[in-house]
């Protein structure tokens, strides 16, 4: 899964690719077709 960094409208975390109250590392620096976007790692992530 991707998420384009451009498309980010409000960011909680200190570090795009950590997590903020546990610190782990949930997803990568990545460039998809050109554009800087954060590369989740599968089975990191969970939402509702």
């Not at 590392?25 to 077709?33: E, I, N, Q, T, W």
């Amino acid at each position: 899964m991707k998420c384009f960094k451009e498309r980010i409208s409000q960011d909680f975390t200190a570090e795009q690719t950590s997590c903020p109250s546990c610190g782990s590392v949930f997803a990568r620096d990545s460039l998809v077709r050109g554009a800087p976007a954060l590369k989740i790692i599968g089975g990191k992530v969970t939402f509702k």
